[in-house]
């Protein structure tokens, strides 16, 4: 029997309260789909802040066990209480960010999914979104201008100077474009690549480099737009759009407006990426798009499918159970056609059945 073993992060806020829907759905889909897994639980964010004596985010032990891991499953970090510590230490910023670089995480995968039962729930006029929408969001997650050098302040002629660098190299941008182009190979076979090839280097060489790499993938339809329209056309008509790849800052503002137009980051999850291994397995860490939501943590009442849905995806990026995945999938599919809602997606339709936290994890275990 194939064993995989998955580093389990619940972080903050409401992120252990939805962590345990998501290990409740584990354990049923290991027994129905005949693997083992072996989840060990670290502390990170807050959590270990507070836990560890030296006050770190990113406990060592933390990172040991996740290297001795397949995938990291991680809920969410940050909240009040920490967010005046130096910035190297805060949560988000101290626990994630090194995670990402220690592990070469460059692609985040965020599914921009918004159910055709749930377009009230969207902020877009239901008559643009009669069925909804599925666009996914490949974004480049350790180049461009948040890591460019130099980046500094300094001051001239008398007064202050900001200075960031964006910098990519062929070598990112085709890495990134491959997963792109994979992930619509199995999808819709429509890759729109977004960039300011108008006014940025970064941006001709961006877009040079995905029409190369689309010659290895003649199925995939490609177009291109730059960001300033795509942010329009994403509101005008998603449903236009498959898989949508771009660099790091475009991503980070247009992977927001996309779970905005969703309708509930509770719904979300996401995936980041490494490079792939021999059997084209990735290590990954996966999460909900959504942050701890301090507002409504410890009440029990948060939604767990993005949390549910970042496990789905840990199955088939990581572990290649791939119908341990589709069932998830199809689960939290019908908890949702059958009225589960909760108070993030509850519309107060006659249809619909308020249910907490972990009755909506039941509701999808139920239907597994
Ligand atoms: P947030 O995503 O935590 O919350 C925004 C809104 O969405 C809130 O009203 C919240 O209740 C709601 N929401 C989010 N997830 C939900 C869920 N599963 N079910 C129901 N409602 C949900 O964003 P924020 O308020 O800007 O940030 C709160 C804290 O989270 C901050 O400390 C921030 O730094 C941190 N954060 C962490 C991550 C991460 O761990 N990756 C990401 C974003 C923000």
């Not at 792109?180 to 300011?196: P, T």
Request: aromatic share 6%; charged share 25%.
């Amino acid at each position: 029997m194939t064993q995989h073993r998955i580093a389990i992060l619940p972080g903050d806020g409401i992120g252990p309260e939805v962590m345990d829907e998501a290990l409740k759905v584990l354990r049923l889909l290991a027994e129905k789909h005949n693997f083992e897994i072996a989840t060990e639980e670290f502390p990170v964010g807050g959590a270990a802040l507070d836990a560890t004596e030296n006050a770190t985010p990113l406990p060592q032990e933390t990172l040991e066990g996740c290297e001795s891991a397949s995938a990291i499953l991680f809920g969410s970090v940050g909240g009040p209480k920490w967010e005046n510590l130096p910035p190297d230490i805060q949560p988000e910023r101290g626990a994630l960010l090194p995670l990402r670089k220690h592990f070469g995480l460059f692609a985040n995968l965020r599914p921009g999914v918004c159910h055709p039962a749930l377009i009230d729930a969207s902020p877009v006029k239901n008559s643009l979104i009669p069925e909804g929408f599925d666009v996914l969001c490949v974004r480049e997650l350790t180049g461009g201008i948040y890591f460019g050098t130099p980046k500094e302040r300094r001051e001239e002629g008398g007064e202050q100077i900001a200075v960031d660098t964006m910098v990519y190299r062929t070598s990112e941008i085709e890495r990134i474009a491959r997963v792109a182009f994979q992930a619509a190979m199995v999808r819709d076979k429509r890759l729109c690549s977004v960039d300011k090839a108008n006014v940025l280097q970064n941006s001709v060489l961006w877009r040079e480099t995905v029409i190369r790499v689309a010659r290895d993938y003649p199925e995939v339809q490609l177009s291109h737009l730059y960001v300033d329209n795509a942010a329009m056309q994403l509101i005008r008509y998603a449903p236009d759009y498959d898989v949508i790849v771009t660099g790091n800052l475009f991503g980070d503002i247009l992977s927001d407006e996309m779970a905005m137009i969703s309708g509930s980051l509770g719904m979300l999850p996401s995936a980041s990426l490494g490079s792939p291994d021999d059997d084209g397995l990735n290590f990954g860490l996966y999460e909900p798009s959504g942050g701890s939501a301090p507002d409504i943590a410890g009440q029990g009442i948060a939604n767990p499918i993005a949390q549910i849905l970042s496990l789905a995806m840990l199955l088939r990026y990581s572990l290649g159970e791939n119908a341990a995945a589709d069932s998830v999938d199809k689960a939290v599919e019908e908890a949702i056609s059958a009225g589960y809602r909760t108070g993030d997606i509850f519309s107060g339709l006659e249809t619909e059945k308020r249910v907490n936290t972990s009755e909506m994890g039941n509701a999808i275990v139920e239907r597994l």
